[in-house]
């Protein structure tokens, strides 16, 4: 397995621009999580799905983000209109809920810059 | 709420000094415990967990609840041992989310 697969790696836009992000989690796992990492705020918890169902989006920031996930192997996220402040590394990771506590997996990351 | 909390955001320590990464956490419920570590262009990835009580490329750390910390730590750094290192508590009733602290960046000198 080539682990969580995310698209774009980088991704440069200028402000009020659409960014989509995609993620393919390992096969089998049933919860998926979005994170967001910046300098100054760390890794933050967008939003989480098990069994695709959205779970908790408390984490998302402001009706600009929103996330999908359509079936067992595919989510999006997206930002409509892109924002400067969005600029950040957005990660998807996958887990089996059944399986070790708390071990996530995680993608490589996709690099948005909003200009 | 629950909260996780690294005071320092970066370490810095010559090879073969002791290293102690820091985490508190503030938790309601019995707390899970892990740290996470990023590798210069690797993914993140698991380091250990508290329940199993490991050693992980020489790196311990033990929960204390009278402290609430779970500091990570290692006898003798080593270079390979630089990386961002995250300490994450999970929510057990929650699928598994992770709550992470803002990271120490450990820096090891030759």
């Known amino acids: 397995d080539a682990g969580v697969i995310q698209s774009p790696r980088h991704e440069v836009t200028e402000m009020g621009q659409e960014v989509t992000l995609r993620c393919k989690p390992i096969?089998?796992?049933?919860?998926l999580f979005w994170y967001r990492q910046t300098m100054m705020r760390g890794l933050e918890l967008l939003i989480y799905?098990?069994?695709?169902?959205?779970?908790?989006d408390s984490g998302m920031p402001e009706d600009r983000f929103s996330a999908k996930m359509p079936n067992a192997s595919f989510s999006t996220l997206k930002i409509q209109p892109s924002e400067p402040r969005d600029s950040a590394v957005y990660f998807c990771?996958?887990?089996?809920?059944?399986?070790?506590?708390?071990?996530?997996?995680f993608g490589e990351g996709s690099r948005l810059t909003v200009l | 709420a629950q909260r996780v909390t690294q005071p320092e955001k970066l370490l810095s320590v010559f090879k073969g000094a002791p290293v102690e990464l820091k985490c508190n956490y503030s938790?309601?419920?019995?707390?899970?415990l892990f740290w996470y570590v990023q590798y210069s262009r690797q993914r993140l990835q698991l380091l250990l967990r508290?329940?199993s009580r490991e050693s992980i490329k020489g790196f311990t750390a033990d929960l204390n609840k009278g402290e609430t910390s779970f500091h990570l730590k290692k006898p003798f750094a080593q270079e390979e041992d630089s990386a961002m290192y995250y300490c994450?508590?999970?929510?057990?009733?929650?699928?598994?989310?992770?709550?992470f602290g803002g990271g120490t960046r450990l820096m090891v000198k030759p």
């Open positions: 938790y309601s419920g019995s707390p899970e």
């Open positions: 096969s089998g796992h049933n919860s």
């Open positions: 799905f098990n069994n695709n169902v959205p779970i908790d």
């Open positions: 508290h329940i």
């Open positions: 994450a508590l999970s929510h057990l009733n929650a699928g598994n989310m992770l709550t």
């Open positions: 990771a996958s887990s089996l809920v059944a399986g070790w506590a708390g071990e996530l997996f």
